[in-house]
């Protein structure tokens, strides 16, 4: 099992900066991939930007320029850095966490979402 355990949401006005945080937790962990997903009210989970455990990293066009995915493997901690923030940022944002079973199995956790609200 994994538990994951975001920070750094908040309200922030257009052009803001923000920096979420994730933080893996469990015993005898491997985590592969990590990464973001948005939410908003009655719209389908977007995925926002992914980093693998090599640090490959990949973004939804929308973000491009102005996110930034890292991670810390030491400490199986992923961040997402927000520039240049836009009101159409404005959602409950979740972070993902793959733990590797084997070669070819993973199981995906999620973390329980924070909420970024960026004001015009």
């Known amino acids: 099992q994994v538990q994951l355990v975001e920070s750094g949401g908040g309200l922030v006005q257009t052009g803001g900066s923000l920096r979420l945080s994730c933080v893996a937790s469990?015993?005898?962990?491997?985590?592969?991939?990590m990464g973001w997903y948005r939410q908003t009210p009655g719209r389908q989970r977007q995925k926002v930007a992914s980093?693998?455990?090599?640090?490959?990293?990949d973004y939804d066009r929308s973000v491009t320029g102005r996110f930034t995915i890292s991670r810390d493997n030491a400490e199986n901690t992923v961040y997402l850095q927000m520039n240049s923030l836009k009101p159409e940022d404005s959602a409950v944002y979740y972070c993902?966490?793959?733990?590797?079973?084997?070669?070819?199995?993973?199981?995906?956790?999620w973390g329980q979402g924070t909420q970024v609200t960026v004001s015009s």
């Open positions: 993902t966490a793959d733990l590797v079973r084997s070669p070819i199995v993973s199981t995906r956790y």
């Open positions: 469990g015993s005898n962990l491997e985590i592969g991939a």
């Open positions: 980093i693998n455990s090599d640090g490959g990293t």
